[in-house]
């Protein structure tokens, strides 16, 4: 079973918007705080958002406030990642994540998604 579905990712046009959504296929997945996380082509896994189990605090990773928007359903099993004026720098494999927590510098989550690919051209 897989803990997590990502969707939404595709080719796009820089300066396009995009949402992405991820759906915890049972509640046990869905718990705790959520996040994403993004992989470019050769470089390391990095943080994009994280978001409490009921949505009143978000954390957002250096560089990505402001373009980046993390939201959760009232459901608490849907988190959503909207990216505006996307860049050819933001082309990654994008990953959901759940039952996040924050350590003494980054996040560890227990669950993840298999990822949605973003292209974005130039």
């Known amino acids: 079973q897989v803990p997590l579905v990502e969707s939404g990712g595709g080719l796009v046009q820089a300066g396009d918007s995009l949402s992405l959504s991820c759906t915890a296929s049972?509640?046990?997945?869905?718990?705790?705080?959520m996040g994403w996380f993004r992989q470019a082509p050769g470089k390391e896994r990095e943080f994009v958002a994280t978001?409490?189990?009921?949505?009143?605090?978000?954390n957002y990773g250096d560089s990505m406030e402001g373009r980046f928007t993390i939201s959760r359903d009232s459901t608490r099993s849907k988190v959503f990642l909207q990216i505006i004026n996307l860049k050819p720098e933001d082309t990654a494999d994008y990953y959901c994540?759940?039952?996040?927590?924050?350590?003494?510098?980054?996040?560890?989550?227990?669950?993840w998604g298999q990822g949605t690919q973003v292209t974005v051209s130039s």
């Open positions: 049972g509640g046990t997945f869905s718990r705790g705080v």
């Open positions: 994540a759940s039952n996040c927590r924050h350590g003494s510098s980054s996040w560890f989550c227990f669950y």
């Open positions: 978001i409490s189990e009921y949505g009143d605090r978000t």
